[in-house]
């Protein structure tokens, strides 16, 4: 009997991507060793992290590294230091006062549930619209909305982001002029895993990466990558100092754990992987192949924007609507997480399948089909 058995928590097979809600990913054996072997010994939190820190960074080709609690933390953690940063003041001891005198500059479609952690520090947010008709918001635009008191332009980067902010590299080069660091939201932004080094070769100051999506680290975990003065700053800021950073723990088994993770996520045969879930999608196609009323497609790339493959299985002539199909995936068992593909369908997405689930996959799917 397994700990989900003893607690009659049923396990699910996810087969819709890297979601927090069902626990992002799954560790290697090789990450679960060195959480363990972390967290056999007492050791200094702050020297593991300069030396975790500075390891990453090599492995990234980056100026400086550090690992947070998850990626929502670290937005919190950036945006404090670049407050403190701005004031001249002590990050740990800010106090919301200050922080509310503070603005950060967000493009209007780039605003999401997400950046409440930057509301949380009390800064104020300055949109800047984007006009919806497809045309991007201008430098212009971007120029106009930073003023004294901007501590950071907040970029976020996902496939689920509606049209009209303007272009990284562009974003980059205004803030620039006007010396505001840039922080870009990258939670899910890798594969490709080139990402890790891409948005800090584009001059961000901070590109941060949720630890327990695609690395696999884990699940409480997050990566920060970007500039060494940013980087000291939360070395004073963020665990274990007390003060405003002090909430938001990481363990040593986490630091262990992503830097385990990070340096196989690097070495990894990403091509390899690809094709595997090409491979996935070519077998579920086959599965059906024939059967009236079901239609496999390719889909690509997945909602996040990652150059990985997923599958939109449609159900051309089922009495039942696809919301119906997926939650008697879900309700049975095994139960089967997929998201809905609109209204006649749902994807299959191969990349947080284990070998062999698929399988179980293709069955259940077969078994909600007959019953309908
Ligand atoms: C998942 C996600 C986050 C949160 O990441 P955590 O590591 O769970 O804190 C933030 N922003 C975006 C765009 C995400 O997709």
């Not at 990258?186 to 594969?191: D, E, G, T």
């Not at 004073?236 to 003060?243: I, K, L, Q, R, T």
Request: proline share 3%.
């Amino acid at each position: 009997m397994d700990i989900y058995e003893e607690l009659g928590v049923s396990k699910l097979i996810n087969a819709a991507g890297t979601y927090t809600v069902v626990g992002g990913s799954r560790m290697s054996e090789i990450t679960l060793k060195a959480m363990q072997e972390a967290a056999n010994s007492h050791v200094s939190i702050r020297e593991l992290q300069r030396r975790v820190g500075a390891r990453i960074a090599e492995l990234t080709h980056n100026e400086a590294a550090y690992i947070t609690c998850g990626a929502a933390a670290g937005l919190y953690l950036a945006a404090a230091a670049c407050v403190a940063a701005k004031l001249g003041q002590a990050a740990a001891t800010l106090t919301f006062q200050e922080t509310s005198g503070c603005e950060v500059v967000v493009f209007k479609t780039h605003r999401n549930p997400y950046d409440w952690s930057l509301r949380q520090l009390g800064v104020r947010i300055t949109e800047v619209q984007c006009s919806g008709d497809g045309s991007a918001a201008s430098k212009a635009d971007l120029a106009n909305a930073i003023t004294d008191h901007t501590i950071a332009v907040f970029y976020t980067l996902s496939g689920w982001l509606e049209e009209g902010a303007l272009g990284l590299q562009d974003t980059v080069a205004v803030a620039e002029s006007r010396g505001v660091p840039v922080i870009v939201d990258a939670a899910a932004q890798v594969p490709p895993v080139d990402n890790l080094w891409n948005f800090t070769k584009a001059g961000v100051t901070a590109a941060i990466f949720s630890g327990g999506k695609d690395l696999r680290g884990p699940q409480a975990s997050g990566l920060m990558v970007g500039k060494q003065w940013l980087v000291d700053i939360l070395l004073e800021e963020a665990f274990p100092n007390s003060g405003i950073g002090r909430m938001l723990k990481v363990g040593r088994e986490e630091i262990a754990g992503l830097f385990a993770a990070v340096k196989q996520y690097v070495n990894m045969d990403h091509v390899a992987r690809a094709q595997w879930c090409g491979e996935q999608i070519r077998l579920l196609k086959a599965a059906f192949v024939g059967e009236s009323g079901v239609i496999v497609e390719r889909s690509f790339p997945n909602e996040a924007g990652q150059p990985l493959p997923r599958a939109i299985v449609r159900f051309a002539d089922s009495q039942r609507n696809a919301s119906e199909i997926a939650n008697d995936l879900l309700n049975g068992s095994p139960a089967v997480y997929v998201k809905l593909a609109g209204k006649d369908g749902i994807y299959v997405n191969p990349m947080t399948l284990a070998e062999g689930e698929l399988a179980i996959v293709i069955e259940r799917l077969r078994q909600v089909l007959k019953d309908s």
